[in-house]
T-cell receptor, first 111, second 114 residues
């Protein structure tokens, strides 16, 4: 069954600290993996898209990694800010156009 | 660019009424998607269009739901008749292509059916 599992479900960190969110998937055949950030009351916003051949990609303080062999991805947030508080959604595109969404990790950054 | 524009932002209606959600995609994008988000089920694809043609509507829950894209700059999602279980946030998204480009989401329509 094609699934995307994210962990943890929720996370609370202090402003300025780093954190890492995990995404494991069983989607096959794999096309690409995306991370989205969704602020409360808003639509998701794309952070990164990685294909099979890419194992790391950065977008400012966000760095995503991909291990296509173990079917794992992580999103690392450096020097967190209050504005990083959001839900982070891992999405895997199955070859042939189907997108499989994870349930998301809710991050709260405290001052 | 104004991004994907959805209207209304909030809709409260009574069971049995018709509901129409509207979406204006980003100009130049040729793929358009309708999603539904709930706490229980997360984001679910309802239907997507490529070049105004419906490609996959397998996510449409039942015949009460219908979607149209009469031109490249406008799409509607209609629910008739609405039921309380349709209460959710409905998102429209567009992309340059349906494979490797990111989805650009609107800010959604929060639908409450009483």
């Amino acid at each position: 069954k094609n699934q995307v599992e994210q962990s943890p479900q929720s996370l609370i960190i202090l402003e300025g600290k780093n954190c890492t969110l995990q995404c494991n998937y069983t989607v096959s055949p794999f096309s690409n993996l995306r991370w989205y950030k969704q602020d409360t009351g808003r639509g998701p916003v794309s952070l990164t898209i990685m294909t099979f051949s890419e194992n790391t990609k950065s977008n400012g303080r966000y760095t995503a990694t991909l291990d296509a062999d173990t079917k794992q991805s992580s999103l690392h947030i450096t020097a967190s800010q209050l504005s990083d508080s959001a839900s982070y959604i891992c999405v895997v595109r199955q070859y042939g156009n189907k997108l499989v969404f994870g349930a998301g990790t809710i991050l709260r950054v405290k001052s | 660019d104004a991004g994907v524009i959805q209207s209304p932002r909030h809709e409260v209606t009574e069971m049995g009424q018709e509901v129409t959600l509207r979406c204006k995609p980003i100009s130049g994008h040729n793929s358009l998607f309708w999603y539904r988000q709930t706490m229980m089920r997360g984001l679910e694809l309802l239907i997507y269009f490529n070049n105004n043609v419906p490609i996959d509507d397998s996510g449409m829950p039942e015949d009460r739901f219908s979607a149209k894209m009469p031109n490249a700059s406008f799409s509607t999602l209609k629910i008739q008749p609405s039921e309380p279980r349709d209460s959710a946030v409905y998102f429209c998204a567009s992309s340059l292509d349906s494979y490797n480009s990111p989805l650009h989401f609107g800010n959604g329509t929060r639908l409450t059916v009483t």
